[in-house]
């Protein structure tokens, strides 16, 4: 049997603050790993203390590593509203959880890409290794991003923007987590 070549799935979710965009990716790893696929790279949560966000985790998806990525009490790093981004955190576990799924797993997720991330000059880096690279790749985008390489990736022939809303976020996991599996069982 031939092997059939296609591109390779590089899906984004987008959605205003709130609506669920990591969710839906956490929903759509679950499920992925349900199909025996291994998926790797980073995700983000927001922190909230009394009620209040304090800051953003950031986590290895295969190693389970916590850090923060920004918190209002970061002494040091690019300030972002009222946070500061703790760029040594960022590029230990968040790129590192990247480049390593590129070597070990089957499916790429990156959450976010958004201007704390794009602070760090090694995310960036990280982030086109994985766009290039022959994995399928999940992930969300900062609500209205304006970054040069985001319109880049946006514009790639295998890129597809999902736009989450209450109409669709219950269903869109099923939706990604299906068009990666199709993909890879194309692939062999």
């Known amino acids: 049997m031939q092997r ?18 990591t969710s ?49 009490n970061q002494p040091t790093g690019p300030k972002i509203g009222k ?5 040594t955190d960022l590029e230990v576990i968040g790129v590192g959880a ?7 797993a089957d499916v790429l997720a990156v959450d976010e890409l958004g201007p704390m991330e794009f602070s760090s000059a090694a995310f960036s880096k990280a982030l086109v290794k994985a766009v290039e690279s022959s ?14 390489l985001v319109d880049s990736i946006k514009n790639r022939e295998e890129t597809e923007i999902l736009k989450v809303n209450y109409k669709n976020r219950a269903k869109l996991h099923n939706l990604i987590a299906n068009k990666i ?3 890879l069982i194309k692939q062999g």
Not at 98 to 104: M, R, S, V
Not at 135 to 148: A, M, V
């Open 4 to 21: 059939v070549l296609t591109l390779k799935p590089l899906v984004l979710v987008t959605g205003k603050p709130g609506i669920g965009k």
């Open 83 to 87: 946070y500061r981004v703790n760029l």
């Open 135 to 148: 994995k399928p790749l999940i992930g969300t985008i900062h609500y209205g991003l304006k970054n040069s």
């Open 181 to 183: 599996s199709e993909h």
């Open 24 to 72: 839906i990716l956490r929903r759509t790893i679950n499920e992925l790993r349900t199909r025996k696929c291994e998926v790797g790279g980073m995700i983000c949560r927001e922190v909230r203390e009394g009620g209040v966000r304090v800051g953003f985790e950031i986590m290895d998806l295969s190693t389970g590593t916590r850090g923060w990525l920004a918190h209002v």
């Open 98 to 104: 990247i480049l390593d799924a590129l070597q070990n």
